[in-house]
C-alpha cells in the first residue's frame, strides 16, 4: 500500500507500516516535551532502538511542543531519531495548528541540517495527544510540500500511517493538495 507524489526533486511517499522498520537516514518519533518515553509510536521506537536512544534524551533534557531534537538511532537501521513533540490537541483555537507545523518543519530543517537525505514521519498528535486525522494530514502535507519546494537537499519525505484508515485520510489529502496550491 503506497502512493508517492513529486515535489520538485523530492518524492513524497504514503506507506501503511511499522515506522521502526524504516531504512530512511532518520525516523521521527512523536515525543513529549520531558522527551520521556511513553506508549504509541515513541515506546514502539524506544524498543526497537535500545536504551542507549533515552540516555542521549536524558541528556538533552526535553523539548518545547511545536519543536524536535535530534539523537542517534540506536539499534534501529535508521542512524537517526528525530523526536517531535506535536501539540495536545483540544479544540484546534489553542495554537494547534502552528504548534504541529513547527513540530514537522523543525524536523525537516533537522534532517538538512544533519546532511541526511530521507527522513521517516509518523502520523504527529493524532493518537495520544487526539488530533483529528484529517486536520492533521492536511497541516503535515502542506508544511512537507511547502518546505521542499524551492530546494533539493531532500531525496525522500516518507509518512508511515499505522492503519488503513490513517493511510487512506492521507491519501486523500495528499490527492486534494498537491495538485494544487498547497
Ligand atoms: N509506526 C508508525 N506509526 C505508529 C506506530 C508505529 N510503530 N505505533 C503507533 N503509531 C501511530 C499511531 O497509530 C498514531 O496514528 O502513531 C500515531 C501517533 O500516535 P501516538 O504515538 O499516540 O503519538 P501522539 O498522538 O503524538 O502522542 C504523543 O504519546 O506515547 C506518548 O510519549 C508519547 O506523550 C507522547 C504522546
Redesign the pocket.
Known amino acids: 500500500m503506497s502512493v508517492e507524489v513529486k515535489v520538485n526533486s523530492t518524492v513524497i511517499s504514503l506507506v501503511k507500516g ?3 522498520l524504516e531504512e530512511t537516514d532518520a525516523i521521527v518519533n ?3 516535551s520531558r522527551l520521556a ?8 521506537i524506544h524498543r526497537a532502538g535500545g536504551p542507549g536512544i533515552m540516555e542521549e534524551c536524558r541528556k538533552i533534557g526535553g523539548c518545547s511542543t511545536g519543536s524536535a531534537v535530534i539523537t542517534t538511532g540506536g539499534r534501529l537501521k535508521a542512524r537517526h531519531v528525530i523526536h517531535a513533540v ?1 501539540p495536545v490537541y483540544r479544540d484546534g483555537n489553542h495554537g494547534e495548528p502552528e504548534a504541529l507545523k513547527g513540530a514537522y518543519r523543525r524536523s525537516l530543517e533537522l534532517t538538512v541540517e544533519n546532511g541526511l537525505k530521507t527522513v521517516a514521519f ?8 487526539g488530533y483529528p486525522i484529517a486536520e492533521a494530514a492536511r497541516v503535515a502535507l502542506k508544511t512537507v510540500i511547502e518546505f521542499v519546494r524551492g530546494r533539493k537537499e531532500l531525496e525522500l519525505v516518507r509518512f ?1 500511517l ?2 488503513e484508515g ?1 493511510f487512506n485520510r492521507y491519501r486523500e489529502v495528499l490527492e486534494e493538495i498537491s495538485g494544487k496550491n498547497a
Do not use: L, R
Open positions: 511499522d515506522i521502526t512523536a515525543a513529549n518515553g511513553g506508549g504509541g509510536v515513541d515506546g514502539a506535536g509518523p502520523s504527529i498528535s493524532t493518537g495520544a495527544y508511515v499505522f492503519s490513517d
